[in-house]
């Protein structure tokens, strides 16, 4: 990475990804506000949010996804992969998803009980 056009385009993809997806974190449980699109730009940030739930120790973790206007499969499937190694106590809230992301977690994953969909 001696190259500084790599360099560039590594920022550039930085930004890129950071203007089409925002995280924030919800001020009054665990979790996160997730705005924008969860697509292939996006991906290394969207994982990176994941992982960080992964190290959490126990119990719920909300993600507030009314703004979340695009999730992909690849999207989709990092955050069921997620739930999948949560441990006994852990388990992630969805609020407000995207029709899309809950028909595709009811499709692909019906039975993933470490994943709660809350519409409300």
Not at 51 to 75: C, K, N, W
Request: aromatic fraction near 4%; hydrophobic fraction near 40%; charged fraction near 20%.
């Amino acid at each position: 990475m001696n190259d500084p056009h790599e360099r560039k385009r590594g920022a550039d993809d930085a930004a890129l990804a950071s203007e089409r997806l925002h995280l924030r974190p919800l001020t009054d449980r665990a979790g996160l506000k997730v705005a924008g699109e969860v697509c292939l730009p996006t991906h290394m940030v969207w994982e990176q949010a994941l992982e960080r739930v992964v190290q959490r120790h126990h119990g719920p973790y909300h993600f507030e996804l009314s703004s979340l206007t695009f999730i992909d499969m690849a999207g989709a499937t990092a955050l069921a992969l997620t739930a999948q190694g949560l441990n006994g106590g852990q388990r992630l809230v969805l609020e407000s998803p995207p029709p899309a992301l809950s028909r595709l977690l009811e499709l692909f994953w019906p039975d993933l009980s470490a994943i709660e969909v809350a519409t409300s």
